[in-house]
Structures are given as structure tokens and as C-alpha cells.
């Protein structure tokens, strides 16, 4: 508590290692327990009906909420899925 009443705290922002009250765990295990992803091998992983689904991280120059950033998306998205598909149909 007596980090909460320092002089100059109120000047900056607390970060997760400033966690005073220490809420920053328990708020992190309830967001760690609301999605199935789960880290693997360096990579967020899930398994979905006897599939298993990575999360690839891709960084687009536009805004991703433009139509030019859907654009150049799609074609990569629907050749990630047949590449995906032709994998999973030699198995």
C-alpha cells in the first residue's frame, strides 16, 4: 500500500511489475483462462476438432482496417488454407 501513496506516482502510469494491489496476476490468469490459445513450441496454439491451429503473426504495412490491406491479405489468407488443405489431405 505505501507504494500506491509515494510522491510522484501520480506522474506516470503504473506497469505490471508496479502492481501494488496485486491485481495484474489475477486479471492475467482470468484473461490466460478465457481463450483456449496456448503457447507452443515459441507459437500460440489450439486444438480444434482433432486440428491443430497455430496463430502466424503478420505485419502489414497499411492500416489494417483498409480496403488495400484486405486486398493484399486475401490472396495470402486463401493460399495459407489450400497449402493447409493440400497437408491435410496427404495425410
Known amino acids: ?3 500506491l501513496f509515494r510522491p510522484g506516482r501520480a506522474t506516470r502510469a503504473l506497469g505490471p511489475l ?4 496485486g491485481s495484474y496476476s489475477a486479471w492475467l490468469a482470468e484473461r ?3 481463450t483456449q490459445l496456448r503457447p507452443r513450441e515459441g ?3 489450439q486444438q ?3 486440428l491443430n ?3 502466424l503473426a503478420y505485419e502489414m504495412r497499411a492500416g489494417a482496417l483498409s480496403v488495400s490491406a484486405l486486398e ?3 490472396p495470402r489468407l486463401d493460399a495459407a488454407r489450400a497449402a493447409a488443405s493440400r497437408k491435410r489431405s496427404k495425410c
Do not use: E, H
Open 18 to 21: 508496479d502492481d501494488p494491489l
Open 72 to 74: 493484399q491479405l486475401q
Open 53 to 55: 491451429l497455430i496463430v
Open 43 to 45: 507459437r500460440l496454439w
Open 32 to 34: 490466460f483462462a478465457a
Open 1 to 3: 500500500m505505501q507504494s
Open 48 to 50: 480444434v476438432d482433432g
